[in-house]
């Protein structure tokens, strides 16, 4: 029996039917596009800073812990008062993976890519990628600071860079 694999057309991409094949109830509702952010009432002043070049975190006021993704009530105590901080924007990669297959299509042009957890001085971890960094070249420990990549006029995401 031919599985998926076998009756694809040579150089088709995983997500389009080749000659003979039956389309995927699933490729009906597969994003093509570089999906985004929707900036909301808990994270447009965190989209608002990253436009103008700024890393600025939630600062819960009473136990002023930082925290991030932005949320309406801090993790640690649940209040809702906070303020908006500048981060420094450097920090370490805490772990990171390597996407060698495409989750969805619009990343096949990509492949390999790094997905890394960095854990920022302010001691939040922030999902996001290296930069311009090989995939053998990253490790545990190692130093990055934030750089700010504008995809729309309303959304810039915070991607990272080795530092020295």
């Not at 109830?25 to 597969?30: C, E, N, S, T, V």
Request: hydrophobic fraction near 30%; include cysteine; aromatic fraction near 8%.
């Amino acid at each position: 029996m031919a599985t998926h694999e076998d009756i694809r057309a040579p150089g088709a991409r995983p997500s389009e039917p080749s000659r003979g094949e039956v389309p995927s109830p699933r490729d009906d509702h597969l994003t093509r596009s570089l999906p985004l952010p929707q900036p909301s009432q808990d994270n447009a002043a965190f989209y608002a800073a990253t436009a103008r070049g700024e890393l600025r975190l939630q600062r819960c006021t009473p136990c002023r812990r930082f925290r991030h993704y932005p949320r309406p009530a801090c993790p640690y105590c649940l209040s809702r008062d906070f303020t908006w901080e500048p981060s420094s924007g450097h920090g370490t990669v805490y772990t990171w993976t390597i996407v060698r297959g495409p989750t969805l299509p619009a990343f096949q042009d990509k492949l390999p890519y790094n997905v890394v957890d960095v854990l920022l001085d302010e001691g939040v971890h922030f999902v996001s990628e290296v930069l311009d960094c090989p995939p053998e070249e990253i490790r545990a420990g190692m130093p990055v600071e934030a750089t700010f990549v504008p995809v729309t006029d309303e959304i810039t995401l915070v991607k990272f860079r080795r530092c020295a």
